[in-house]
């Protein structure tokens, strides 16, 4: 089967660790993924590496993709340079395409009015109530929420943030997101057992496909 590609929005002060467990779960399950820039121009992360944006932000159509990740940046908190990126998660939004924040995106969400009808999370509910946004009544105190299409986390969270994604795109379900997550959240040696039991089952699944249509 072909995948949409996954967009991660990068611009400068990228907060580098908290896309890292969704992207590497997403490319290992079959979803490309694509780095969208407000250019093409190389823009440097927090931790500073340098990264050129596969595409620039107004050629990504949510039609072409299967969820759009927003990280936190100093730049949400400093200015409207990222404003476009909220924009466009209206976009995909509206067109129900799944759209993920983290951190201080969620801050440019809350500004952008994506939150005030749909439960959220963040760091803490009066960061996002300095934006002035009126959705303080569907803050929920949670490591990640997900509402529809959209899934929310605070900064410490990105464990949390990929959990909800892989439930909300069907990447992992049921036991196998529950063993990932302890896995990964909580070091369970016990719950690797159970991911490579998926994982081989998976392969021993797509090598019989393959041997049907090579027939």
């Known amino acids: 089967m072909t995948r949409k590609p996954a967009h991660i929005a ?9 896309t ?3 992207t590497t779960g997403l490319v290992r399950t079959g979803y490309p993924t694509r780095t969208v820039g407000a250019s093409t121009a190389p823009v440097t992360t927090m931790g500073g ?9 107004d ?14 940046a100093d730049l949400w908190d400093t200015g409207d340079d990222l404003a476009p990126f909220a924009r466009k998660a209206r976009e995909f939004l509206d067109a129900g395409v799944p759209v993920a924040a983290i951190c201080g995106a969620t801050a440019g969400l809350a500004r952008e009015g994506l939150l005030d009808d749909r439960a959220h999370t963040s760091a803490v509910s009066f960061y996002l109530d300095a934006t002035g946004y009126k959705g303080g009544e569907h803050y929920v105190d949670a ?38 997550y302890r896995l990964f959240h909580d070091s369970d040696a016990s719950a690797f057992e159970v991911l490579e039991a ?3 089952a998976a392969e021993s699944g797509a090598s019989r496909q393959d041997g049907q249509d090579g027939q």
Request: no cysteine.
């Open 10 to 18: 990068v611009y400068d002060t990228f907060a580098d660790w908290e």
């Open 20 to 22: 890292g467990y969704t």
């Open 49 to 57: 590496l340098r990264v050129t944006p596969d595409l620039a932000l």
């Open 59 to 72: 050629g990504l159509r949510p039609e072409d993709s299967s969820l759009l990740i927003l990280t936190g």
């Open 143 to 180: 490591d990640a929420v997900t509402d529809g299409v959209l899934v929310t986390a605070g900064p410490t969270e990105p464990v949390a943030l990929a959990r909800e994604v892989f439930a909300l795109l069907k990447v992992y379900e049921g036991e196998v997101l529950d063993a990932w």
């Open 198 to 200: 998926a994982e081989q």
